[in-house]
């Protein structure tokens, strides 16, 4: 089993930053690839960003480029999503996420571990 917990969430005006951290624990050796998703009131959760653990792939949303990057800490098992210019449409719950399987997906369905989500507000 591996444990995901996210922290970092909060409200933030358009055009602000915010960074989120995802402390993973447990078999973190059999993590092949972190992503981050985002659920907005009203929609289905999506993909925003993840990465290989180990690789360095990344795989980024359209909504999100050139504003949100995904990094990782080895020594504290932890992944981090940086997220720059923020717009109000960024406001939603945020998930990490882990995959086992070698590959690194887009679909929710396709993770195996999930954290508890944060929110994440961005006024206008």
């Known amino acids: 089993q591996v444990q995901l917990v996210e922290s970092g969430g909060g409200l933030v005006q358009a055009g602000g930053s915010l960074r989120l951290s995802c402390a993973g624990s447990g078999r973190t050796f059999s993590v092949y690839a972190m992503g981050w998703f985002r659920q907005a009131p009203g929609k289905e959760r999506e993909f925003v960003v993840g990465?290989?653990?180990?690789?360095?792939?990344?795989r980024v949303a359209d909504s999100v480029k050139g504003r949100f990057t995904i990094f990782r800490d080895n020594a504290k098992n932890t992944v981090y999503l940086q997220m720059n210019s923020l717009k109000p449409e960024d406001t939603a719950v945020y998930y990490c996420?882990?995959?086992?399987?070698?590959?690194?997906?887009?679909?929710?369905?396709?993770?195996?571990?999930w954290g508890q989500g944060t929110q994440v507000t961005v006024s206008s």
């Open positions: 990465r290989t653990w180990r690789g360095g792939a990344t």
């Open positions: 996420a882990a995959t086992t399987a070698s590959r690194l997906p887009s679909a929710q369905n396709e993770y195996d571990y």
